[in-house]
């Protein structure tokens, strides 16, 4: 949605579960503001923070020696209270109290159901930025976060192969992605597995022990890549399922687990956060608002919320043909 607003003063805030390059987001969306004439307000602990009216000035000199950091300086919470119409009114009068004539969120699908609400609720002018290692967003072709959280995954699973071809072992992996594939596909493909698990494809694991008796006829070792919210469960699961059709074979479990979130940022989400806190300050400064910055195709784009909110990105299915090939 676009309007002709005058902003100056903007608040920043990240909700949800945190990801490499939110920091550099709120450093790009910080200067940018500046450069502007524009003040930033960081708003501390998410929605949690703006309904308790926990804030805290930003200038371009708070945010120095951020863009490496991983986490996010401004931390993040879930907001029961912000759930309710009566916190979302206290949300609202945090941002008129200090003047804030917009918001940027900083998260993912739920922070920008949050924004949305806020929007039609109270008329809050608010742009989003794609910040989530799950990469499953309508509306960008990459999430802020989701590069380091694969090469972090790949890194580990690389190590874990080295034990494997060691021991002849059959490994099974679990990255997260509680409602989508987008990481366990990637860590698969550029980590050599044999099989991956997602929850967007059901795969029987009578599939499963059928393709890893076939790659054990060639095959010292075996990895299986499995998605935490994949549909016969997790790994711990899945390997339990397998072991009762191949007895024999000397079975691990690798939970990667939360460093995938953690860790500096690699260039890819240093590049695309700092496009995207940029493209929020031009979005707002244009009237554009109640919608989200993302790029496609190299170029940003404003989907609005209404268009990305629940809009999940498909997986590519060409990168399961290729893993396909690449594991025989």
Known sequence: MSTSPIVRHIGILTSGGDSPGMNAAIRATVRC?????????????????????????????????????????????RSEDFRTAEGRSKAAAT?????????????????????????????????????????????????????????????????IRDTASSHDRLFFVEVMGRDTGFIALACAVAGGAEFVLVPERLEHIEELVTALGKAS???????????????????????RKVKQHMPAADIRVSVIG????GGAPSVQDRLLASRLGVAAVDGLLAG????????????????????????????????FRVLSILAT
């Open 217 to 239: 006829g060639t095959k010292s070792s075996s990895i299986v890549i499995v998605a935490e919210g994949e549909q016969e469960g997790g790994a711990f699961d899945v390997a």
């Open 33 to 77: 503001a500046a450069v502007n004439g524009i003040r930033t307000t960081g708003i501390l602990g998410g929605y949690n923070g703006l309904v308790g009216d926990h804030t805290r000035p930003l200038g371009p000199r708070d945010v120095s020696n951020t863009i490496q950091r991983g986490g996010t300086i401004l931390r993040s919470a």
């Open 258 to 261: 939360h460093i995938q979130r």
């Open 95 to 159: 941002m008129r109290k200090h003047g804030m004539d917009a918001l940027v969120a900083i998260g993912g699908d739920g922070t920008f159901t949050g924004a949305n609400v806020l929007f039609k609720e109270h008329g809050t002018r608010v742009i989003g930025i794609p910040g989530t290692i799950d990469n499953d967003l309508a509306g960008t072709d990459m999430t802020v976060g989701y590069d380091t959280a694969i090469n972090t995954a790949v890194e580990a699973i690389d190590r």
């Open 288 to 319: 554009t608002h109640d919608a989200m910055a993302g790029v496609i195709n190299g170029q940003v784009q404003y989907t609005p919320f209404d268009k990305a909110i629940g809009k999940r990105k498909t997986l590519d299915a060409d990168l």
